[in-house]
């Protein structure tokens, strides 16, 4: 199984410091959660471990070699990400979209293989977009645009797996779905994957390591029920909450009460 981690990372934009000294090292075969408020630096952290950026300072390491050192086929063929917010070039259809996420396991003008078209088709049926593989990503709908990049996230078959917000504009049946989708990747096929999600609930559920960022530093990871705690959600997210037991797996789950008054 490929492991990752990140050792003494520094990042900045334009002199402006974003990550400072993070620490962290992503579990192999388990769902880890990043949360943390907007602008705190999960994106930027994200792209760092998948060589989308490169650290000012410090090392990510894909299966103990430096990832930056790394062939790019390589790490493509380990490592697979969904950026928040991914753009297409106009035109492309789903199905085209997914063909892409071959693209690694391909050699120079090879052409698609029988492989090649079962993935697709498997990513496209997990996602239940199969009805629209011949549709241009410009038509459709924000939720199914956002199904189409899961689906091609899926066709890269790396055993770890980055994703940004991939349930934004879903509505809360597909919100789950993928949730459910990525679980079972997961538990089936032993991948490792990393989420960063908002929904703060979904994440004490879905995470088995959960890790808080608080401007660009680690607050605390480790399980939901060390992590989640109301301490930790007025501190990072300056929310003052209740944690009761969720009554469906037991996991912390958090009743925001901001100003008003409780009962
Ligand atoms: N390309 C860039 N150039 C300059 N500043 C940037 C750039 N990308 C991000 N930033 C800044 O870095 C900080 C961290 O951004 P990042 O996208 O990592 O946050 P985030 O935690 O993912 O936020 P969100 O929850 O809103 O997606 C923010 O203050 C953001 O404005
Ligand atoms: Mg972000």
């Not at 062939?71 to 063909?99: D, F, N, R, Y």
């Not at 079972?184 to 390591?209: G, M, P, W």
Request: include cysteine; glycine fraction near 8%.
């Amino acid at each position: 199984m490929a492991s990752l981690s990140g050792e003494n990372l520094y990042i900045s934009y334009e002199n402006i410091s974003v990550i400072n000294d993070i620490k962290i090292s992503i579990p192999e075969g388990k769902i880890t959660i990043l949360i943390g408020s907007n602008g705190c630096g999960k994106s930027t952290l994200l792209k760092s471990l998948s060589r989308l950026i490169k650290p000012n300072k410090g090392q990510v390491c894909l299966d103990g070699n430096d990832i930056n050192k790394l062939p790019s086929k390589g790490v493509a063929k380990k490592l697979g990400i969904l950026p928040q917010g991914p753009q297409s070039p106009e035109g492309l259809t789903v199905g085209e979209l997914c063909h892409y996420g071959r693209h690694p396991y391909k050699s120079f003008l090879s052409k698609q293989s029988n492989e090649d078209d079962e993935i697709v088709e498997w990513a496209l049926q997990a996602t239940s977009m199969l009805e629209f593989k011949d549709r241009p990503l410009e038509a459709l709908s924000g939720g199914q645009r956002q199904r189409a990049w899961i689906s091609m996230a899926l066709t890269q078959g790396t055993e770890i797996l980055l994703l940004d917000e991939p349930t934004t504009y879903l509505d809360l049946t597909y919100q789950i779905e993928v949730l459910d989708l990525l679980k079972e990747l997961n538990e089936k096929f032993n991948r490792t994957i990393v989420i960063v999600l908002h929904d703060l609930n979904q994440a004490a559920s879905y995470a088995d390591n959960l890790i808080s960022i608080l401007n660009g530093k680690v607050y605390k990871q480790g399980n939901p029920e060390d992590v989640f705690t109301e301490k930790m959600i007025s501190d990072v997210f300056g929310l003052n909450c209740c944690i009761i037991s969720n009554p469906i797996d037991g996991r912390p789950m958090c009743i925001p009460i901001g100003k008003r008054k409780t009962v």
